[in-house]
Each structure stands twice: as C-alpha cells, then as structure tokens.
C-alpha cells in the first residue's frame, strides 16, 4: 500500500547537520529509468534518480546544504490498478551557509506497481516561500 510511501521518501532525503541523505533509500523508491523534474524555475530542469543523487550528494559534500528536512503537510492518494497517482503538499525546511529557510510546495508523484512493490516512475514539483498556493 501507498499509505508510508511519501513519508518513508521524505526521510530518506531529510539529514541532519553533519550527516547526509540516505541515498540507497531514496533510489530504492525509483524505478531504474525514474525522473525527477525540478519546475520552479524558469525553464524545467530533468534528472534520472541517478543525476539527482550525484546532484544533491554533490551539494552535501560540497557544505552547500547543511541540513534538510522534507515533511507532508497533506496528500491525495489515487490507484488504479497497478499505477497510481500522489500528490504531496510539503514543507521543506534547510540549512544552508546564510541561514535556515522554509518553503511549501507540491510533489506529483506517479508509481507503478511491480512484484507488489510500488516505485516512482516520475516526480515533478513547484514550491515557493508562502502557503499562499494552498489557501
């Protein structure tokens, strides 16, 4: 079932200060061939789950993200079959250099079900500072 999903997600990617994420979890989720789609830009940016590890990681070592905890504010959980749908509303609290920061945003999460195991084929997200978008 879908009911952990989101949260076992999040905590792999959360880390305290000097720790990082736990990327064996965080792939796991993913099927092979998963992308995430970054769209809070100007012009979306792609990763595999494999560019997206070596992106954050990247950032950990590097002392760009101090501490990151990702946390669900609500979902909607859609299923059909073996696909499905979930859409997160999170926060996202980090530490980077020049303080600590809060943003709110919205995960699109779609999973396909295989050997009873469920795994993102796709992410995509937008957030910003302000709940503004959930009023």
């Not at 990151?68 to 696909?83: A, K, M, N, Q, R």
Request: glycine content about 6%; charged content about 20%; some cysteine.
């Amino acid at each position: 079932m879908l009911k952990n999903f989101t949260e076992e997600l999040y905590q792999a990617i959360s880390f305290h200060k000097g720790s990082a994420p736990n990327y064996a979890a965080l792939k796991s989720r993913f099927l092979q061939e998963g992308i995430l789609i970054n769209n809070k830009g100007e012009a979306p940016v792609i990763k595999t789950i494999d560019k997206y590890v070596e992106f954050i990681k990247g950032n950990v070592e590097a002392g760009n993200i101090l501490a990151l905890t990702e946390s669900e504010i609500s979902s909607c959980i859609e299923i059909y079959g073996d696909v499905g749908n979930i859409t997160s509303r999170y926060q996202l609290l980090f530490e980077i250099s020049t303080g600590v920061f809060v943003r709110y945003g919205i995960n699109l999460i779609q999973v396909i079900r295989r050997d009873s195991q469920w795994y993102i084929s796709s992410m995509c997200w937008d957030d910003r500072e302000d709940q503004s978008m959930f009023a």
